[in-house]
């Protein structure tokens, strides 16, 4: 059934602030007291580059904290300025599609094993990467830009080429063209960018959509038709910006037999959500899902 599918299971209640603002505001205060080390004391400076951000040297002392404490690290004002973009337009509809825990499971384990395979990168090839230590959310945000291009693997986008030039191109490129730019930058000697932190991240977001969200088999092979089945069990399709109270459901057709209410009205709702992920639901569509949740339940 269509609730069986962990995208579409929500929670009854939503916080007020979604955790991709949450991201963004806890990244922007870290960098505030990482630039206002300096001016305190040295040994706050020392602190953070011995035991905050990532090194080979400090994971082999065990500080295995540090593939977490990383990631809210930045090297500059444009370096957090340009995470906390792509993290806030990437992440908010991710977490609309999966929900909180899911999302920051997925940005969280994206960061870890990006980290992790840039060190390891490090201890295998010195001479190739060097012993420099990692910092920024880069490798979580590569893979909420997989997500998102797995969830919305046909879905046209536009992006802007260095911020100035747009250019429109179906979701999933996005992975292709990141994956070269990673895998090019791999092969310069010290380039001074974590690009194997950022390439395991890409693979670590798509794999855990296509295997662990949408269940599939492969890790690229897209089925472009799937089978819908005849009875579905509605779910809950609130949206993560609405408002403490509940608002009226207004312009749903209330006249209908259930199964032409369903067939007519809902059916096609839940096709949408299939091929384009609860997103891309209108309020009118999500309050009839609501209605329609509401009359089952008085079955």
Sequence with gaps: MLEDRSYMRQSAYQPRWSASLVLVITNAVVFGLQSIAPLTSRAGVDFIKRFLELSPVGLANGYVWQLVTFQFLHGGTLHLILNCAMLWIFGRPIEDTLGRKTFLKLYFLSGIIGGFVQVGCSWLFPTHFGYAS??????????????????????????????????????????????????????????????????????????????????????????????????????????????????????????????????????????????????????????????????????
Excluded: C
């Excluded at 291009?149 to 030039?165: D, G």
């Design 134 to 299: 990692v910092v920024g959310a880069s490798a979580g945000i590569f893979g909420l830009i997989a997500a998102f291009a797995a969830l919305n693997w046909e879905r046209p986008i536009t992006t802007l080429v260095a911020f100035i030039i747009p250019v429109t191109m179906k979701a999933k490129y996005l992975i292709l063209v990141f994956g070269i730019i990673g895998i090019l930058g791999l092969l310069e000697p010290h380039s001074g960018y974590a690009h194997g932190a950022h390439l395991a991240g890409l693979v670590t977001g798509l794999a855990y959509i296509r295997f662990l969200v949408q269940s599939e088999k492969s890790l690229f092979a897209w089925r472009r038709s799937r089978s819908v089945t005849t009875r579905r069990e509605l779910v809950e399709a609130r949206s993560s910006r609405q408002a403490f109270w509940k608002r009226p459901i207004k312009n749903v057709p209330d006249d209908l037999p259930p199964s032409e209410f369903i067939s007519k009205e809902v059916d096609p709702i839940l096709d949408k959500i299939s091929a384009h992920g609860i997103q891309s639901l209108t309020l009118r569509e999500r309050q009839i899902l609501e209605a329609a949740r509401a009359k089952m339940g008085k079955r």
